[in-house]
């Protein structure tokens, strides 16, 4: 099920951002994930100051709306963009707090050392986005489930996913 399609807004995010070199430059890639593990947003950016943070938080909350809490590491610059957004009393900052996104890193990282790095921030960008809707799109939480009807949710997807590769 695709995050924009869900009825009721997600009330718990995590944020956060890895660091990526690309022809020797340093680049951000910012990533949301909400409290299923479904990746919400993706964004690269040159910079990991409050107006980058500023600008990911709103194309955020522009496409899922405002969330309840923000889990965040400790960097300053979410501290700053939280005021300007007025969402301070909902940023959460702590130890182990943020795994969720950061265990959302290494798919990302495998393929960076697979494809010995990427070549611009475009292609870097243009994966990250489609890896983000492959992974919401498989991403059935079979723990949840029986067996059987995750079988069931897993050929329905697939069924689906050939009908849009198609």
């Not at 969330?67 to 957004?85: E, H």
Request: proline share 2%; net charge positive.
């Amino acid at each position: 099920m695709n995050a924009g399609s869900r009825q009721q807004p997600q009330w718990k995010w995590h944020l956060d951002e890895v660091f990526v070199r690309i022809n020797g430059e340093a680049f951000y890639l910012w990533g949301a994930v909400d409290l299923e593990g479904e990746v919400l947003e993706s964004f690269v950016t040159k910079r990991r100051d409050r107006k980058a943070a500023l600008k990911f938080l709103y194309k955020t909350m522009k496409r899922h709306s405002r969330p309840k809490v923000i889990v965040t590491d400790q960097l300053r610059s979410y501290g700053a963009a939280m005021k300007v957004v007025g969402n301070t009393d909902r940023q959460v900052t702590g130890r182990w707090l943020n795994n969720r996104v950061e265990n959302s890193h290494q798919p990302f990282r495998r393929r960076e050392r697979a494809m010995t790095k990427f070549r611009s921030a475009k292609t870097l960008q243009k994966f990250a986005a489609l890896h983000a809707s492959i992974h919401n799109h498989f991403n059935l939480e079979c723990h949840l489930y029986s067996r059987q009807n995750f079988k069931l949710n897993r050929s329905a997807a697939l069924a689906e996913w050939q009908q849009l590769a198609a």
